[in-house]
């Protein structure tokens, strides 16, 4: 199956649904503080497993957010978690598939520095990392704009991509696990 209109943006979107719906029933609503701390763990052991790969890449200029989601763990007197091992990028194509899922998260930021913020949680402390996150609002249509110029092979950017989905559903599953 492709995407309607056969762009990878398209092709990733339709190709990893499944796993992306996964993904955001897993990681689910948190209503307090545990929930909370449990979501960090989860994204520090996602994002300390990826992130050293991408942030070095000339391609696209990821954005870091391990070491902010690590200051924001420390505010809760929790422990950075270990990164779950992932697979290795060595293609253009699959670094665009991992991007993809990274910079993707950036929009369902937005929701949860909200639900971050009801509890408490701001940009100077507990949040940081949704606070970057979400700070460049054209990010995503830059990326986007950048994927589509990436040319690369479709399938190999989708294996990518769901292998990074993956990868995510690992880490936040060993936080509900610990």
């Known amino acids: 199956m492709t995407g309607q209109d056969g762009t990878l943006r398209r092709v990733l979107l339709t190709e990893t649904r499944d796993l992306h719906d996964e993904l955001d029933r897993q990681v689910g609503a948190f209503s307090d503080a545990a929930g909370y701390g449990a979501f960090l763990a989860g994204s520090h052991a996602f994002r300390a497993a990826i992130e050293p790969q991408l942030v070095s890449m000339r391609e696209w200029p990821v954005q870091p957010l391990a070491d902010l989601i690590g200051q924001d763990l420390a505010d809760l007197g929790k422990p950075c978690p270990p990164p779950v091992s992932g697979p290795l990028l060595s293609s253009r194509a699959a670094r665009a598939g991992a991007c993809y899922v990274l910079e993707g998260s950036a929009l369902g930021a937005r929701l949860l ?17 949704l606070a970057a996150q979400t700070a460049q609002r054209r990010r995503w249509t830059r990326f986007l704009d950048w994927l589509e110029q990436a040319d690369v092979p479709h399938p190999e950017a989708v294996r990518a991509a769901r292998g990074i989905f993956a990868l995510a559903l690992r880490a936040y599953g060993a936080k509900a696990a610990a």
């Open 113 to 129: 520095a909200r639900r971050a913020a009801a509890l408490g949680y701001t940009g100077d402390h507990g949040a940081r990392h």
